[in-house]
Each structure stands twice: as structure tokens, then as C-alpha cells.
């Protein structure tokens, strides 16, 4: 397996709210008005904020009714996590083209590998405007809109190690960048908030206690003291805060070409049964486990005809993507339009070119379906909770199977009580 | 059996579905339901015969699928052993 691409020098974009920058890219009229986006589960609870919604006291995590009671004009939109996720995989798209070491974080989060390219752009200043004008420049959506939402709200921070780069990053302002020069590391640490660490708030908590404020309070403690409050998280915090932790930025390989092949026992001209081959090639080039963590750019299709002749389509997908639906589509349409002149006896299709995409949101979408899942059973749950207290039994029953085999029609199957 | 993911299963607890449910049939000359609960059988559709349990208790169904006056479907059986009509889904 290639080994990965590292680099110590690391910059980070951030664009915070990013789901939500998306929809008020893509709504006219929403950056006015106090706007909130609810989580991808059944909960109905609101999971991020516009600024404008927070100043009337709305915050994440409250329920519909509460947001409503504190901000009567509050916007809610439905989250569209596929539709976050392609803009994001977009945004490493873009980015991909300044550095070929990309590492994703949460969404919105992305972290560039800069050890090199001071060949091509000079200064960390130079990099940093070349990664500026990049973000500027991403955009294919209505240009207004997306200048009003997610350009100016996008925050960069230039540092060695990943943590630098990130409280960087946290620190500057909307649409600029802070660069901690090497060597600096530790200066800029000591005066951020302790609230920059990866904390959880109980820890949080107990430092504030303690009297700590700052990451140079806190280095400023003998590691072995903090480590045996605090146990390994301790050393782990302590080091960051000190600057002795260096992350460096860990960078995917391209997979080589994913090819998936199909021979028809007999020469098949039916546009149908191509069609349906193709779904079936492009399903099996997708599952292919080198292709997780990236996403689709370019594909190939070549079919066999009968009397050694070939037909050829080469597709470069505009937005790269790993759903089957957008990838065939362009095939289908060249399918239609130039179809192979005969019968095809083989079709073999080839991912050609990847973008970077993510696991983590492959597994945030993953997540969202099982959290709807959940709060389906809550739902159902609390249903039957009501009907028994209204009805003084419950009226709920599942159908099971008993004896599916039985020729007796009424062994085959029976009722039991319903107890989510 | 599939049982529930949370419910335990009891016997007790267990509902039998598409019980046989008692009907009046008369017969035609030739043994076949002519009506059901008085509303008449236009055709007869299909029948055939289940023999089952042999080993203890042996059952033994003829079945019927008619079509009655009106239209509807009714799969019917007769108990061979007792002579009772019984409606049924198939």
C-alpha cells in the first residue's frame, strides 16, 4: 500500500457553520433574517444557529417550540446533510488544486500540507493568499449569494502542526488569516483560552477551577503534575498547550483506476439491458474498497461490439461524486445519443480520476440515518405509551412468523403484543 | 420464528391470524357451495384438498375458491370429519 503524505507545515480553512452557509447560499434572503437549521434526526431540535438567531437567545440544541418562543421570526430549514456534504467535497476539490496534501476534518474543516510549496508560492503569506483567492474563486453556484454566505465567512490560520494551525485559524477574522511563524508557536499559544484545546466540559471545568485560563497557564505546570490530575488526556492537553505536539497534516493517495467488466453471453443490443449492466458495473466499481474516501471524477466506459469493433465514452464529472445516480447519468446520455453500432459482447467500465472526499461524512450521513432511525422508535415508543395510558391496554400487536411452512393457513403466522 | 426485538415471546401472548370463521353453506347436487350465509355462488373458481397430521389428528380440508353474487372472492373449506363450513384466507 503507498504510504501516505505527510507535512508538518500545515494551514487551516475553516468556514464555521458551513451546513448552514449552505443553505443561505443557496436561499435567497436568509442571511437577513434570524436563521436556524434543524438536526438530521427526528428530534426536531435546532442543531446549528445563525448569529442573528443567537442574539435573541436561540441556541443549538433547544427545541422548535422553545426557538419559536425566543424568536418568533425565526427561519427553519430542513438539514440536507448529501447536499452539505457535495459542497464540502467541492471545497477539497478546489483546495486539492494549491496542495496535494488534504485532510479533511468536520465539515468545514479542512487542513492543507504546506511543507514545499514555498518553492511554487513563496512566503506563508503567499501560500495563504493563493489558498484565499481559491476560496474566493470556488464557487458554482448563483455568485451573489455565495459571495453574500460562505465567502466572507471563511477563516484561515498558517502554523507548523495541525493544532496551530487550527487555533490559528479559530482566531482570525472572517474572510482573513493568521500566520504563526515558525518558532513563534509558543508565544501565540500562551495567550489563547484553554477553550481552544480538544476539552471535554467536565475537564473544562476542573481547569477553569483550578484557575486556568490560558494555554501558557497551563504549560506553565510541570507535565507530570498535570498528567496526574488529568491522566494521558492531561499529557496529551499539556503538550499541546506547550507546542511540543507537532500533528502533521496526513494526506490520502489517489487510488489507481477501479475497473469492473461484464461479458454477455450473447451479444446484447437492447439499450435497456446495457443500461441495466451499467448500474450494475458502476455498483460494483463503487463498493471496491480502494474507492472509500474519495469521490468519482472521471469515468470510462469502452463496449465490445459484435465484428471487433469498440465504443467509447469518456465522462469527466463536473461535481465529483460517489452516487451511482449522478455517475450514470452522463452515460446514459451518451448512451442515447451515440449509441454502439451493434451488439455489444463486453462492456467494461473504469473509474478513472478521484477527488478527495471523506469517510467522516460517509459516516455523518450514516449517522443521520441512524439517528432518524432512533428517533423513529422514540417516536413509535411514545405512541404506544399514550394509546396504553388512554385505552388501559395496549392495541398494538406485531405479526410474527409461526409455521410459514404450514399448509394450515392459521399456523403460519400470529399476533403478539407490541412493547417498544 | 422471527421473534420481536424487545417483546418477550409467550405463548399465552401469541394470537393466532386468518382463524377459520364458521359460514353456512348449502351444497348443489354435486357437493359444491351453491351459497354462502344465503348470498349465492356464481362459479367456483378452484378446489383442492389438504391431508394433514395423519399421524395424530388428522385433518382433512377441501377447499373451495368461489366467486359470489356480487362479486366478491371467499376461499371456503369444509372439515371433512365434523361437515362444518369454514371461510378462510388462502
Known sequence: MPQRPTSSLAACVWIPLFPLRCEEARREGLTSHPTALLAPDLSRKLWQVSPLARHTGVRPGMTVSQAIGLCPTLRLCEPDPVHYDERFACLLAALNEISPVIEAGELGLVYLGTDGLEGIYGLPEKIVEAIKRTLESWNDGPKDSFHRSIVPSFRVGWGTGKFTAWVAASRAKPGEAVIVPSGGEGKFLASQPIAVLPLDPDTHRRLRQLGIRTLGALAALPEEAVTAQFGAVGRKLWRLAAGQTVEPVVGGVAPEPIVAALTFFTPVGERDLIERAIDQLIARALKDPRRIGWRVQAVRLVAEVEGGRSWLADILLKDPTADAARIVAPLRTRLEQAPPAGAVTRLVLELTAFAPGTTELQLFARDAVAAARAGQQRALANAAREIRQRLKRIYLYHVIEVQPWSRLPERRYALIDFEP | ?90
Open chain 2, 1 to 90: 420464528m422471527v421473534a420481536p426485538a424487545r417483546a418477550p415471546l409467550r405463548a399465552d401472548r401469541l394470537r393466532a391470524l386468518n382463524v377459520p370463521q364458521p359460514v353456512a353453506v348449502e351444497c348443489d347436487a354435486e357437493d359444491r357451495p351453491h351459497t354462502v350465509d344465503t348470498i349465492v355462488v356464481e362459479a367456483v373458481l378452484e378446489s383442492w384438498r389438504i391431508d394433514d397430521e395423519w399421524w395424530r389428528q388428522s385433518i382433512t380440508r377441501c377447499y373451495h375458491e368461489v366467486l359470489l353474487d356480487g362479486g366478491k372472492r371467499v376461499v371456503l373449506f369444509e372439515d371433512v370429519a365434523t361437515g362444518e363450513w369454514f371461510a378462510q384466507m388462502p
